[in-house]
């Protein structure tokens, strides 16, 4: 290995041994070959490689093998590096499947519009001697939401009325963040409950994961709208409520009742728990397979979703 990374390797002593050192890699196109012990140099830092990230859904592992842990030795710090993935694939969203792709290009803009903004994850692009855009991302001190909802210790009244006000403050002013993707023509393409982070400082939550995009979607904002909806829908249940889950109860729930694209999912949380306010459920309603009117803009679903707390508070 060069002497000069090698010193970097022995000042900061990672948690990999320098003989266990690999290859100095200045071209990520064949990321599989990029292990740990490894050493990506780029944009004059160098990064020693302590494995691969993975993404944890429905209970199983799913590795990121484009994705890399890594410590940026100028520095010491922990450093996740996304190298460049070309990836089309269909998604699967309730009854509809959409054609879409993974792009660095459309990750790295994001970060540049949101560089210094704490409400979303911080980094940026470089181009590798490949021509590969890699994004050097920061490491988000904190922990996805709906950990941090499954793990309150409290029954759905409790939780509803002594902490769910504080968790739909911070959620609303998430919201207002994709608002201003939108504004700049931007989406982030993949809002999912785990894609949102509680800063373990502050509380207030961060988007991370903007490499998503779409060939053809009649709104382009449609979806993140509908993934807000999944979210919101999951913090004022404390967690997902299926048809399957509330039959046993024996009550009166119809289809009407259920998310549009995940038929299974109640969505109508005033049937499971009266006390939810009604002006809340309305928003909620939106989002099911019975409403005919849904929210195309974030500005319309603030628009009734803000009231809704200060009737919470007042509660």
């Given amino acids: 290995m060069p002497e000069s990374v090698r010193a970097l390797v022995e000042r900061f002593q990672p948690p990999v041994s320098v ?34 990230e993975s993404e944890r859904r429905f209970g ?10 890594c410590i940026e030795m100028e520095c010491g710090k922990y450093r996740i590096l996304k190298l460049e993935f070309q990836e089309t694939f269909d998604q699967h969203i ?26 979303f994850m911080q980094g940026v692009g470089l181009r590798d001697s490949g021509g590969n855009l890699v994004r050097v991302l920061e490491r988000v001190a904190g922990r996805r939401l709906d950990l941090n909802v499954e793990d309150v210790h409290a029954d759905h009244r409790e939780y509803f009325h002594d902490i769910f006000p504080g968790i739909l403050e911070r959620f609303i002013a998430a919201c207002r963040a994709i608002h201003l ?4 023509g931007e989406t982030h393409g993949d809002i999912r409950r785990d894609h949102l982070y509680v800063d373990h400082k502050t509380g207030d939550y961060c988007w991370i994961d903007f490499d998503y995009g779409y060939d053809s979607v009649e709104n382009p ?12 829908a ?14 046993a109860g024996g009550l009166d729930i119809t289809e009407a009742d259920c998310a549009l ?19 809340l459920n309305r928003v909620l ?28 508070r007042r509660a």
């Avoid at 999951?234 to 039959?247: A, L, N, Y």
Wanted: charged share 20%.
């Fill in 60 to 69: 199983m592992e799913d590795p990121k093998f484009w994705v890399k842990r």
């Fill in 221 to 232: 904002f449609g979806l993140d709208l509908f993934g807000l909806g999944n979210i919101l």
């Fill in 94 to 119: 309730g009854p509809l499947t959409i054609t879409c792709h993974r792009s660095a290009t459309k990750e790295a803009r994001i970060l540049r519009l949101t560089a210094g903004d704490p409400r």
């Fill in 285 to 312: 309603m939106h989002y099911s397979a019975g409403s005919e009117i849904f929210y195309e803009t974030v500005p319309e679903l603030l628009a009734d979703l803000e009231p809704c707390l200060t009737t919470l």
């Fill in 234 to 247: 999951f913090i004022s249940g404390k967690g997902v409520h299926t048809i399957q889950d509330v039959d």
């Fill in 19 to 52: 003989r266990s050192y690999g290859q100095v890699f200045t071209d990520t196109t064949e990321f599989m070959n990029i292990g740990y012990g490894d050493v990506i140099a780029l944009g004059g830092k160098h990064y020693l490689v302590l494995g691969d």
């Fill in 181 to 184: 993707l939108h504004q700049n």
């Fill in 261 to 279: 694209f995940f038929r299974h999912r109640v969505v109508n949380l005033r049937k499971l728990f009266p006390y939810v306010p009604e002006d």
